[in-house]
């Protein structure tokens, strides 16, 4: 049987399994392989890729494990404070709290609207009447790139440089 690499074997002990299962139902660990030196491969230094790696994978492996462990104990606690008279109170506050968030979230909603089709037939006046005065008012004292080492430069005729059109 080959994988998706051609005609590599798969590995029969590479399965997944839940994070959750149990030590039992957890495959045998992997048969220790030959010890080669991690080089580069492909571009890429294997040792410092796996190093990279090896934390977030044990922090991942423990995270599952507390959170497994934290879960149930929120879970013990809750059902013990959930008599009925209580999940009837939070059903209650869950329903206002509900209710108002729609009705606050379309009145916004219906504002804007509102909104939209007052200043509809305006256009916002403009600071600057032009890129170019933009240019001339602003942006010329303002470009602190220093072009040859020395000098702040702006050219008089800056349309025709790419750099400048696209930034401004």
Do not use: C
Request: proline share 6%; glycine share 6%.
């Amino acid at each position: 049987m080959s994988d998706d690499w051609g005609d590599v074997p798969a590995d029969p002990e590479l399965t997944d399994v839940p994070a959750d299962a149990e030590p039992d139902e957890r495959p045998a660990p992997r048969e220790e392989r030959e010890e080669r030196e991690p080089g580069r491969l492909l571009g890429v230094d294997v040792d410092d890729l796996v190093r990279s790696l090896v934390g977030p994978a044990i922090r991942q492996v423990v995270q599952k494990a507390v959170t497994k462990e934290v879960k149930a104990a929120v879970e013990g606690a809750v059902a013990d404070a959930l008599d009925p008279t209580v999940i009837e109170e939070l059903e209650a506050q869950a329903a206002t709290a509900a209710t108002r968030a729609v009705r606050d979230e379309l009145d916004a909603l219906d504002a804007l609207d509102e909104a939209s089709e007052d200043d509809g037939d305006e256009t916002p006046a403009l600071y600057y009447g032009s890129v170019d005065e933009f240019l001339r008012e602003y942006l010329r004292g303002a470009y602190r790139r220093r072009i040859d080492g020395r000098h702040r430069m702006w050219a008089a005729r800056w349309w025709v440089y790419d750099e400048a059109v696209i930034r401004l």
